[in-house]
């Protein structure tokens, strides 16, 4: 009975039976303990929190000296064992009242003693004890080279802004990063701050929960909109826009830029577009989906913090925030086809005698189809090209898709991608959330430091592997568009005087838009050339042109104080010319007109004086 108590009392720390207390307290086996050691260590197991050595030793001392006292009293020592004992100087191997491990051990402790809970039945005491002394052998899912340079780079200071004056102390910007393996879930790295040791119990790749800005858009706002009759060539008006008193700005503030793709909405991450989306689609469907998707910390009540609203699920302006592991999670789904595999930090549990205990497969749920996963990829690629907000992250010769994130103020900020091998979330702020800026003072974006970051560990996660892209799944089809309506383009898309507007856009088979749905965006329109108007019947021809323009569907709704969007000027007037009328039928002359330059389109189809279309329609 005896030997069974010594050998799983607890004494404190998480530190689990007589051994393992004479390592971690005095570094020493238990052969090796003076008779003073030995005294102290029985002293702590009255009230391992009050008599722990490092957590105060003079109520430890006290405790030890009434034991060697009680021991002397029944003839267990000698006087001269007594003095020697209460004389010996002790020396702690441990001063911290917490342990120091790495980010991906502290991991490992938490899963595998949950496991041990929730998979085998011990209880949570049992299970800590088992998993210190119980001989267990853990197999782990970390790639140990890849997590050597994780740490590397979380030391490198050209990859991080510099820190600010806090009370005459500089305080740096932490940051956080989880790579997990896709197809398996397997964790490959995790970094949950800028030291390479954490005081157990504050892991920001897993427990930190923080703003994620527009890095919530591709789950919140475009994933549900594709899953319900959206596809990458729709083609929504980014302009101002009020819900109520609350109006979404753009990165770019006091700017829009008229009818867009959702396609084009997502490489420039707009936020107006995102709003109306999330409005359309609805709350209550967008945080199903982020359910879905693993994200634990959504709020959805109907009280006075709600993550139901605009503002949260466009912009991402949460009320508590995501984890960096479960939206890393949720981005995975996406090169997965469409499953949400949970993430896992070790596969087995094997007991001292090497016979499997348990056997850890992760949980997987179905998201979406896998068209809709692949639509979801293909526009993110977008991210990392040239125009996208996240070119800093591209990798040599390997297929990315992401995007990035940054609240207001640059309190926090994000790069979160994929590969078709890794996908991987970066994150950077302070603890306390203050606003974060670069060596010039400006604020910090998830398209700056996030993403080199992301860039650098993930090159190296790379290195010496085969090149492999997203793989295409069946009834994916590619059809011509034009992208100012969404629909088939018609002769006049190539006139647009901005150039022409056709591109090759892909769609799930059946959905793309037929050869009759033909676009009814560009119009042609008679224009007097001194007033840029609707020419009337009584216009001189000589001061008439045909002009290509576009024409809204649904006319702007202008907001009091916000420009109007910069495509309107290539809109078609709505009024007609009222300079000339009946007295005014004679036809100048040439030379007493000097007509206004018409728009030569990028093709060079139409350059004309007369009202006459290449197309022979007059």
């Not at 960096?324 to 596969?347: H, M, R, T």
């Not at 629909?487 to 892909?506: F, M, N, Q, V």
């Amino acid at each position: 009975i005896l030997e069974a108590y010594l050998n799983r009392i607890d004494f404190s720390h998480n530190v689990s039976g007589i051994k393992e207390a004479a390592l971690f307290y005095f570094g020493k086996e238990l052969d090796q303990l003076s008779l003073a050691e030995c005294a102290m260590l029985a002293g702590v197991t009255n009230n391992p929190s009050r008599y722990a050595p490092n957590l105060n030793f003079e109520s430890s001392t006290k405790r030890k000296e009434i034991i060697l006292k009680e021991m002397l009293k029944q003839n267990m020592i000698s006087d001269e064992e007594y003095n020697d004992a209460l004389n010996q100087e002790i020396i702690l191997t441990k001063r911290t009242d917490e342990f120091e491990t790495s980010y991906f051990l502290d991991l490992i402790i938490r899963d595998v003693t949950k496991a041990l809970v929730e998979k085998l039945g011990y209880p949570e005491d049992e299970a800590r004890r088992k998993l210190y002394n119980g001989g267990l052998r853990i197999i782990t899912t970390i790639d140990p080279q890849l997590q050597s340079f994780v740490e590397t780079a979380m030391k490198n200071p050209d990859l991080f802004p510099p820190g600010i004056n806090v009370n005459n102390e500089t305080l740096n910007p932490e940051a956080a990063v989880v790579i997990i393996e896709n197809g398996t879930g397997k964790i490959k790295a995790i970094m949950g701050g800028r030291s390479e040791t954490t005081k157990r119990g504050w892991n920001r790749a897993i427990q930190a929960v923080r703003q994620p800005g527009s890095a919530i858009k591709p789950l919140s706002v475009y994933l549900p909109a594709l899953d319900n009759g959206y596809t990458p060539a729709s083609v929504v008006d980014d302009s101002a826009v009020k819900f109520g008193t609350y109006m979404p700005q753009n990165y770019t503030r006091k700017q829009y830029r008229g009818l867009i793709t959702v396609r084009e909405a997502i490489q420039a991450s707009i936020n107006t577009v995102a709003a109306k989306i999330v409005v359309d689609v609805g709350f209550s469907r967008s945080i199903d989906y982020l359910r879905k998707l693993g994200l634990t910390t959504i709020v959805d009540g109907n009280g006075q913090y709600t993550d139901k609203a605009v503002a949260p699920l466009a912009l991402g302006g949460l009320t508590t925030g995501v984890k960096p592991i479960e939206i890393a999670a949720a981005y995975s789904v996406f090169p997965n086809n469409g499953i949400l595999i949970k993430p896992i930090s070790f596969v087995k549990i094997l007991d001292k005698n090497g016979n499997v205990l348990l056997e850890n497969k992760p949980a997987m749920d179905k998201v979406v189809d896998p068209q809709v996963a692949y639509l979801m990829v293909d526009i993110m690629k977008g991210a990392v090209k040239p125009g996208g907000t996240g070119t800093r992250a591209a990798l040599k010769n390997v297929p990315v898709a992401g995007k990035t994130g940054t609240t207001t103020d640059s309190k926090d900020a994000w790069f979160v991608g994929y590969t078709p091998y890794y996908t991987a979330a970066v994150w950077l702020g302070y603890d306390d959330p203050r606003k974060i800026v670069d060596k010039s003072g400006r604020g910090v974006t998830g398209g700056s430091f996030p993403a080199m970051i992301w860039n650098f560990v993930m090159e190296e996660a790379h290195k010496g592997l085969a090149f492999k892209d997203f793989q295409m799944p069946q009834n994916i089809v590619s059809v011509d568009i034009c992208t100012e309506s969404g629909k088939r383009p018609s002769e006049l898309c190539a006139l647009d005087p901005r150039g022409s507007t056709i591109k090759s856009e892909i769609f799930i088979k059946g959905i793309e838009p037929g050869v009759e749905n033909i676009c009814d965006v560009h119009v042609v329109r008679d224009i007097d050339i001194t007033t840029n108007l609707l020419a009337s019947p009584y216009c001189p021809s000589v001061l008439i042109q045909s002009k290509v323009f576009i024409q809204r569907l649904d006319p702007l709704i202008p907001v009091d104080g916000e420009p109007a969007p910069d495509d309107s000027i290539y809109e078609a007037p709505l009024n007609i010319c009222t300079v000339h009328d009946h007295s005014t039928i004679t036809e100048p002359s040439d030379s007493e007109v000097t007509p206004e330059p018409t728009p030569t389109p990028a093709n060079g189809d139409y350059n004309t004086s007369t009202p006459t279309l290449t197309n022979g329609t007059n």
